[in-house]
């Protein structure tokens, strides 16, 4: 069978600028992945960086498979899906990730999944309406609303209207944000105030006020559409669903650091699980996940963020995509990521068992600290994200590491204490006080 994996990029990328490094790689991930699946052949067709898929950074490319690089003025949704459809596979898959400012990758592969289709090629990619869906958060809002889904109430600011008198000078009282700033004042404070359109926690702002949330709508901060929700109160957690057409596995959760705001922060976030306490309602949860997911018609893999607040699970925010924790789970299931993909799209079969992983941060490291952290015997992985042109601390990158797959909580928290005594210099008090943290909740509960 010839599968065919796709993934794009609407930026702007140059070798060199970014480093993007995997420990084990991925071209001995492939190697690995062939060996135990020899009856699939592997194509990779891709705009760089590839991530997940091709090690850039070091420009290694596995022999067991085809790769196939599009060029930025190449890469029209019909030039990648006339590629694809040269290769005459079985089944095309789409992976995609997330990119900044705008998380919008899974509208083009979803575009692209469109033609495959339509020329009779087995697909696995979410459709463009769910991919719009989760891109847009008001979309999003309206879904789960119109769906009965839990989710925080809110007001959708739309921006141009918000100032429609400064193109319209024969406009006296904009009665719009009149009415904006009146439904704002029936919400529950504290307030989180969020781009629609924009990544993961990013931009977000949280207060604690009316005036303060006045003042931000007022600001020049406000340069798009915007959604004020209440900010729920509660731990945060991720789940992932697996499956297409009506047959989907639901993960058990993993829970999340937050931030000082109360925010996740994908560069600050640890992630620690599964969560199976019997306080958290899991069989109400995953029965609300299947939900989402036929309502949905989800294809291949897809990632949601969660709040356990007064005794409910909230939904956040919904991800079309692999997702930061996604590498997590594949960890707690015991197999690659690229066994993951395949097992989304149906391909191969597993029974998952969920044993306890942890995901942590530490700063950039060089290639000997990070070879020493990829050579602990209980570390599933080690991923480097580094800006080499970055002008700002916080923009620079980080170092990301996977470890447990044990069978007792205890056990990865004495991982835990192995990397913080054998990497003392670099493991951050922040994401070891968080980790502990985590593990309270857990074992509270």
Excluded at 47 to 65: A, E, H, I, R, W
Excluded at 82 to 88: L, V
Aim: include cysteine; charge should be negative; hydrophobic fraction near 40%.
């Amino acid at each position: 069978m010839k599968i065919v994996f796709y993934s794009t990029n609407s930026n702007h990328y140059a070798s060199g600028k970014m480093d993007f490094r995997m420990l084990p790689s991925c071209s001995s991930q492939w190697d690995m992945l062939k060996a135990k699946y020899p009856q699939f052949e592997f194509v990779v067709v891709m705009q760089k960086p590839g991530m997940f898929l091709y090690d850039d950074g070091q420009d290694t490319k596995s022999q067991n498979v085809k790769y196939i690089f599009v060029e930025q003025t190449q890469s029209s949704v019909e030039n990648i899906s006339e590629i694809i459809c040269n290769q005459n596979p079985d089944i095309a898959i789409a992976v995609t990730y997330w990119t900044q400012p705008f998380d919008w990758m899974s509208i083009k592969d979803s575009m692209i999944a469109d033609i495959l289709r339509s020329k009779n090629i087995k697909t696995v990619c979410h459709s463009l309406e769910t991919s719009e869906i989760c891109f847009d958060k008001y979309k999003t809002h309206q879904f789960l609303k119109q769906n009965s889904f839990k989710c925080a109430d809110g007001v959708y600011v739309h921006h141009e209207m918000f100032y429609a008198e400064r193109s319209k000078l024969v406009i006296a009282e904009n009665i719009y944000r009149e009415s904006v700033f009146s439904q704002i004042a029936r919400l529950k404070l504290p307030l989180v105030i969020k781009d629609t359109l924009g990544l993961s926690s990013f931009g977000m702002d949280v207060v604690t006020t009316y005036a303060e949330a006045k003042h931000i709508l007022l600001s020049k901060k406000n340069n798009g559409d915007r959604l004020v929700e209440e900010f729920l109160q509660g731990p945060s957690f991720g789940i992932e669903i697996y499956g297409s057409d009506g047959n989907y596995t639901v993960t058990d959760p993993l829970i999340n650091s937050v931030n000082q705001f109360g925010l996740t922060s994908p560069k600050q976030n640890v992630k620690l699980g599964p969560v199976t306490a019997e306080k958290y309602k899991i069989p109400e949860l995953k029965t609300e996940m299947l939900r989402l997911a036929n309502l949905l018609k989800l294809s291949g893999i897809a990632q949601v963020d969660l709040l356990f607040s007064n005794n409910q699970w909230y939904i956040i925010e919904i991800n079309s995509r692999i997702s930061g924790m996604t590498e997590t789970m594949a960890a707690s299931m015991g197999i690659s990521l690229y066994e993951l993909i395949l097992y989304s799209a149906g391909l191969i079969n597993i029974e998952p068992k969920y044993n306890f992983v942890m995901n942590l941060k530490f700063p950039l490291l060089n290639s000997e600290k990070l070879n020493q952290l990829a050579q602990q015997e209980f570390v599933y992985g080690v991923n480097q994200i580094e800006n080499k042109e970055a002008r700002q601390l916080r923009e620079v990158g980080y170092s990301e590491v996977i470890f447990g797959q044990r069978e007792k909580l205890k056990q990865v928290m004495d991982d835990l204490e192995v990397l913080n005594n054998e990497f003392s210099d670099d493991m951050e008090s922040i994401f070891y006080s968080n980790a502990q943290k985590l593990a309270e909740e857990i074992e509270k509960n």
